[in-house]
């Protein structure tokens, strides 16, 4: 690592220089903050561990002064005990600590550690933005995987050929993106892509959004309505969850992608097509096949070529990669500082199954987000399921709000430890801290729950 140390006083330097020195540091010298901002912004400086009160630019200057030159450098602040305030100060402007003269050989390098750790940790977070930016990034797909390398080259062999797709894989693997990477990096890049939930729509409704009605053509039908098919003329459509279909929408599909042609309800005339045709499923459409569910002539139509997502859990080289991305999908979103995952944090999140892939890895990062008070994400803040897994909810809970479960699952693990914090926060998973902040955040009485 290499330090930049900046004092006015010789002998302070001296024994600086020597300390780091002999730890293996590289370390240059400056005599105030002038100078010391020179070498900052001219050099390739991991820290600075700059004294507070000096002539000419002092130590909230030189803060100032390399945070706008570098945010990654870290920043030491040292000051005599009558200058704490000051100190404090430097905290608010971005300094990653500060240390009261005189101190100790060992606290010095224990703060310089962590501080090396931690711009280590937001190195390593920029250099896996760009990878993903430059490398590791397909449209809006994210992995560097072989798995993920060998869809890319799926997607590349196919974008520009009409032929029709069944994307197959776990709810939560990516497969509307995958979908949307084929259009919009293909010759049809120009034209609409219209997607539709065939498992969301009531199945009164299916038939008419799909292919369009006319007018009086039933009950409701007060005006002409033009289906998803022709709405996505000269584009894509991608019917998600098509092993929902029922049988009768199923010959009627057939039909479509047959004669590529498709008729409104209530109508005598044709159109005529112009649509690629992209389907997926979560389902196993050859059991379905087989049990006569969905039909065998329809599989074939649509499985012309096939694309197989895999679980996030056969993917396990992407998790980093995805987990910084919504680290700065949400850091922005929610306009926090810049965040970074912990080791520990990390080995947890490649521990874990994700029984809700990809979708679930950016639902405990978005939350953790949300909570984080700080620079880093700890494996307790993650809140995994696995730690909470004993707390069980009613169904008349899932239409409560984030916060609102939250509370929940603080107050029914105060009751269940008796008002322990201790436990408390071990049973959640989350830090002794976190816990404390809140609870006094959802003004929750631990005393209620005290055995007497």
Do not use: W
Request: glycine letters at 6%.
């Amino acid at each position: 690592m290499h330090i930049l140390v900046i004092d006015d006083e010789k002998s302070q330097r001296d024994i600086l220089e020597d300390i780091l020195t002999d730890a293996g540091y590289s370390v240059v010298i400056a005599e105030n903050g002038d100078e010391g901002l020179e070498y900052a912004t001219s050099g390739n400086f991991d820290l600075v561990l700059s004294d507070l009160k000096m002539p000419g630019k002092d130590g909230l200057d030189v803060l100032k002064g390399v945070r706008d030159f570098n945010p990654e450098i870290q920043v030491i602040i040292m000051t005599a005990f009558g200058t704490i305030p000051g100190a404090v100060n430097a905290i608010k402007g971005g300094a990653f600590d500060y240390l009261t003269k005189p101190f100790k050989k060992e606290e010095l390098l224990h703060v310089v550690r962590r501080a090396g750790e931690r711009h280590a940790l937001i190195s390593e977070n920029r250099k896996l933005k760009d990878e993903i930016s430059k490398q590791y990034h397909y449209q809006n797909i994210i992995g560097k995987s072989a798995a993920m390398r060998e869809i890319y080259k799926l997607i590349d062999r196919i974008k520009d050929v009409d032929t029709t797709v069944l994307i197959s894989g776990e709810s939560g693997t990516g497969k509307e993106l995958v979908a949307r990477a084929i259009h919009f990096s293909g010759k049809r890049s120009n034209g609409p892509f219209v997607a539709i939930n065939c498992g969301a729509i009531p199945e009164s409704l299916i038939e008419s959004e799909l292919f369009g009605h006319e007018k009086g053509s039933f009950t409701g039908a007060d005006k002409s309505h033009i289906g998803k098919f022709e709405q996505a003329q000269s584009g894509t459509i991608f019917l998600d969850e098509i092993g929902t279909m029922r049988a009768d929408l199923q010959i009627k599909l057939l039909r479509v992608l047959q004669e590529r042609k498709v008729e409104r309800v209530g109508s005598q005339t044709s159109t005529e097509l112009d649509v690629r045709v992209l389907a997926a499923t979560n389902d196993d459409l050859e059991l379905k096949v087989r049990e006569g569910s969905f039909r065998t002539d329809l599989y074939h139509r649509l499985n012309v070529f096939h694309i197989k997502l895999p679980k996030l859990s056969e993917r396990k080289d992407d998790i980093l990669l995805l987990s910084n991305h919504f680290i700065n999908k949400y850091t922005e979103r929610y306009n926090k500082n810049q965040i970074a995952l912990t080791q520990a944090a990390f080995k947890a999140l490649d521990n874990y199954a994700f029984p809700g892939n990809v979708r679930e890895l950016e639902n405990i990062i978005e939350k953790a987000i949300i909570l984080s008070d700080g620079p880093q994400i700890d494996a307790a803040d993650l809140m995994i399921p696995d730690a909470v897994h004993s707390i069980h909810y009613s169904d008349k809970d899932a239409s409560k709000s984030l916060p609102e479960l939250e509370e929940k699952l603080i107050y029914d693990a105060l009751k269940e430890n008796f008002g322990s914090l201790k436990r408390t926060a071990k049973k959640l998973g989350i830090t002794y801290k976190t816990l404390q902040y809140r609870i006094k955040k959802y003004a929750i009485d631990k005393n209620q729950f005290k055995q007497n």
